[in-house]
Nanobody, 127 residues
Framework: QVQLVESGGGLVQAGGSLRLSCTASGRTFSRYAMGWFRQAPGKEREFVGAINWSGSSIYYADSVRGRFTISKDNAKNMVYLQMTSLKPEDTAVYYC????????????????????WGQGTQVTVSL
């Protein structure tokens, strides 16, 4: 069974930065794309960004492109979401997820492409 755990969330002022981390047991990240999603209260889950299995391609949602950076450390089986220039509208529970398919050629952009999810970590951006 694959289990993912996010960490690094917290309270930060607008314009600040946070780095979220995600690690997993039962699956080697180097073989799978990894995605980040977020969900604010009363809203649908939203795609944030994802990195393909090789790390050669990364795609971000328009709302975060230029501010957020996804990276992987295959040796540590970790994936990161570096968030800068945070805005109040970034406030949400952030989830990491792993692709359901090994070595997918494209960057998976929808939640249905992912089969395992972490428990989420809260990010709150204050004014």
């Amino acid at each position: 069974q694959v289990q993912l755990v996010e960490s690094g969330g917290g309270l930060v002022q607008a314009g600040g930065s946070l780095r979220l981390s995600c690690t997993a047991s039962g699956r080697t990240f180097s073989r799978y794309a990894m995605g980040w999603f977020r969900q604010a209260p009363g809203k649908e889950r939203e795609f944030v960004g994802a990195i393909n299995w090789s790390g050669s391609s990364i795609y971000y949602a328009d709302s975060v492109r230029g501010r957020f950076t996804i990276s992987k450390d295959n040796a540590k089986n970790m994936v990161y979401l570096q968030m800068t220039s945070l805005k109040p509208e970034d406030t949400a529970v952030y989830y990491c997820a792993t692709d359901s398919q090994r070595y997918r050629s494209t960057v998976p952009l929808v939640g249905n492409d992912y089969d395992y999810w972490g428990q989420g970590t809260q990010v709150t951006v204050s004014l």
